[in-house]
């Protein structure tokens, strides 16, 4: 089955310490993007990616971190510097949007960072 | 500045009722919209979009209108389900810029 995944679905680490969530796709996509939702909030953009080894800061990327090796694998660090890093954290997934906007973004379950 | 915006946190309605969710947007530039549905603990999917060369695009139960001038879009749902009870994001696309802007979304009860 085509999809996007994400791991781990719950993740805890202590402050000061670095943390990487996995975001996977097999939808053959071109785009792909981190955003973090806080509660009772919208999707704030962090990072995206429209090719393979390019991507752009979105509104929020002060204290993350991305890389875009592979066009299947988009993973997120999140840093020390990060100041409120407990949030839930959405990957998605497009068909490259740079020429066109009409594509649809496929969503991972999310993972959920308590940092205590 | 939130160039999209979801005015009404929440909305309840009755089984069966006309549902209607707001979304006004500031970017003169943004040509394409689409909802998302979400619920707890899920990411969100996609349930309609509406290019803006378009004033109406209807899918089943689920009908987006778009007024390009008031810079304003609205998804009703109709008749409107138990089941549709979520949270509904608007979003706004810009041809270029590679990327989606959301709203904070607006949170549909539907009562039996």
């Known amino acids: 089955d085509g999809g996007i995944t994400q791991s781990p679905k719950y993740l805890f680490r202590k402050e000061g310490q670095n943390v990487t969530l996995s975001c996977e796709q097999n939808l053959n996509h071109d785009a792909m993007y981190w955003y973090r939702q806080d509660p009772g909030q919208g999707l704030r953009l962090i990072y995206y990616?429209?090719?393979?080894?390019?991507?752009q800061k979105g509104d929020i990327a002060e204290g993350y971190s991305v890389s875009r090796e592979k066009k299947e694998s988009f993973p997120l660090t999140v840093t020390s510097a990060q100041k409120n890093p407990t949030a839930f954290y959405l990957c998605a997934s497009s068909g490259t949007t740079l020429h066109k906007p009409d594509y649809e973004q496929y969503f991972g379950p999310g993972t959920r960072l308590t940092v205590t | 500045d939130q160039q999209v915006k979801q005015n009404s946190p929440s909305l309840s309605v009755q089984e069966g009722r006309i549902s209607i969710l707001n979304c006004d947007y500031t970017?003169?530039?943004?040509?394409?919209f689409l909802w998302y549905k979400k619920y707890p603990a899920e990411g969100p999917t996609f349930l309609i979009s509406?290019?803006?060369?378009?004033d109406k695009n209807e899918d089943g139960r689920f009908t987006v209108f778009l007024n390009k001038s008031a810079k304003h879009l609205s998804l009703h749902i109709v008749p409107s389900q138990p089941g549709d009870s979520a949270v509904y994001f608007c979003?706004?696309?810009?041809?270029?810029?590679?990327?989606?802007?959301f709203g904070d979304g607006t949170t549909l009860t539907v009562k039996p």
């Open positions: 979003a706004a696309s810009e041809t270029h810029a590679g990327k989606s802007t």
């Open positions: 970017n003169s530039m943004f040509d394409y």
């Open positions: 509406i290019s803006s060369i378009k």
């Open positions: 990616s429209q090719i393979v080894n390019d991507f």
